[in-house]
Structure formats: C-alpha cells, structure tokens
C-alpha cells in the first residue's frame, strides 16, 4: 500500500464488483437508448473507463471541466467552466458521471446547466458520495458508494493532483497533507 493512505476504504475488489452491478443497472434502464456518457475531469476519468465496458446500451463518450478545490481540501463553492462538451446534448440521453459528490455545489451547476441545454432525460451516476457534507440537494440517480466524512483518494481521486492511479480508494494521512 502506498505510504501516504491511512487505509483502504474500497477496494480494488470491491470497486470492480459494484462497477459491474452499475453497468448493469444503467443497461437495464436505458432499454432501448442510446447514452452519452458526461464525465466530470479529471477525477471521474478512471471509474467512467471502467463504467463504460460495464455498460452494454451504445455508449458516446464526453468531458467537461469545471473549477473544483485545487490543492485545498475543503470546497470554495465556486463553479466555473473551464472545459465544456463538444457535442450538442439536445434530445440526448445524459448520464453525468462524476467521481464524488461532497457539498453538491459542482454538480448541482452542471446539472441545471445540462437541462438548460434541453437534453431528452439527464441522470447522475457518482463513484462515492459523502452524504454528510451535503450543502445542496442533487439527485442522484446512481450512487457507487456512500462514505463517511475523510478526505479520499485514489481511483481517480487527487489531493493537489496525486494518487489519482491508485487502483483503490484509500483515506489520506493528514500528515500527507501537511495536517
Ligand atoms: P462538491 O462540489 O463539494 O460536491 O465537490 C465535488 C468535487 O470535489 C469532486 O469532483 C472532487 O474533485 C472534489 N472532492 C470532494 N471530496 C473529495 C475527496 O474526499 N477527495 C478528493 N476530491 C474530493
Ligand atoms: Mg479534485
């Protein structure tokens, strides 16, 4: 295990299996659909990879960026696009794929800003979601794994830009960053 992860919270196991039941879930509710799949960078890039092969509907594939914490672990609640999508969403089925919801305020922005954009149905699928840190209300339409309150990395998942190739998601020692 790296040296900086206090523990591991989900597995690599663990991930694989739940990722699996997702795929399936979502295959099973887009009977009949075609998905553009709406990945949040940079964290939602590995589970979205794998959530894709799990998925057996047909599959588009698309990013956006928007501001996030930098290197700071607690959310400044602004939201900004620094990436937007380059297909046209409208009639679409949007399935956003975020890696975790913590306060909310990122997802509820691109949330409102999707059904703006007059898509056919808008869903939301996320890895990890810390229910307890809740500021504002999204709905969740496909949650992987609910999680206490601790910092997390891994799968995807950074603090100041590392860990995200962990092949598990592990909680940071605070000494990791400077606590
Ligand atoms: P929210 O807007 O507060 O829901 O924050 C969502 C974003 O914050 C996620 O997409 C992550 O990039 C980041 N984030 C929140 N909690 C964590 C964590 O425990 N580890 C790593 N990144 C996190
Ligand atoms: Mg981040």
Do not use: W
């Not at 602004?78 to 949007?94: F, P, Q, S, T």
């Not at 229910?131 to 496909?142: A, G, L």
């Not at 997390?152 to 960053?177: H, I, M, S, T, W």
């Amino acid at each position: 295990m790296n040296q900086d992860i206090r523990e591991v919270l989900v597995s690599t196991e663990a991930l694989a299996t739940r990722i699996k039941e997702l795929g399936e879930e979502i295959s099973a509710d887009y009977a009949g659909k075609d998905i553009l799949m709406i990945g949040v960078l940079r964290g939602a890039v590995i589970f979205m990879a794998d959530l894709a092969r799990a998925i057996s509907r047909p599959v588009t594939i698309d990013f956006m960026a928007v501001s996030s914490y930098g290197a700071s672990t607690s959310s400044s609640g602004v939201v900004r696009i620094i990436k937007d999508l380059d297909e046209d969403v409208a009639g679409r089925h949007l399935l956003i794929v975020e890696d975790i919801i913590d306060s909310g305020l990122t997802l509820k922005y691109l949330y409102e800003n999707l059904l703006s954009r007059r898509p056919a149905s808008v869903r939301i699928c996320t890895l990890l979601s810390k229910p307890s840190r809740r500021k504002v209300d999204v709905p969740v339409d496909y949650n992987g794994f609910t999680i206490p309150d601790d910092f997390v990395v891994g799968y995807g998942l950074d603090y100041a830009e590392k860990y995200r190739n962990l092949p598990y998601v592990g909680v940071l020692k605070p000494e990791a960053y400077g606590g």
